[in-house]
Nanobody, 124 residues
């Protein structure tokens, strides 16, 4: 079992920045990939970003590329999502997720463990 706890969400204005954190605990040993997803009201959950075990490789959705940065600190079992130039359309519940092995993925169903989510609200 792997437990994931997100933090750092909040209410901000358009153009502001936020940094989300996700702390992993439990059976986190071994190579894994971490991802961030989000779900806006009335919409399906969607991929935001993912990062390799070493942190050397990242993938972003087109909607956040150039504005968001995913990173990780394996010594702290923590993955981050730095969000800059936030837009109202970024408003959503943000979830971090964990999958085993080294294969990076945008596919929701490939992630085994999920956090409870943190709300990000961006006002115009």
């Amino acid at each position: 079992q792997v437990q994931l706890v997100e933090s750092g969400g909040g209410l901000v204005q358009a153009g502001d920045s936020l940094r989300l954190s996700c702390l992993a605990s439990g059976r986190t040993l071994g190579t894994n990939v971490m991802g961030w997803f989000r779900q806006a009201p009335g919409k399906e959950r969607e991929f935001v970003a993912t990062i390799s075990w070493s942190g050397s490789r990242t993938i972003y959705s087109d909607s956040v590329k150039g504005r968001f940065t995913i990173s990780r600190d394996n010594a702290k079992n923590t993955v981050y999502l730095q969000m800059n130039s936030l837009k109202p359309e970024d408003t959503a519940v943000y979830y971090c997720a964990w999958k085993p092995w080294a294969t990076m993925s945008r596919v929701i169903n490939e992630y085994i463990y999920w956090g409870q989510g943190t709300q990000v609200t961006v006002s115009a």
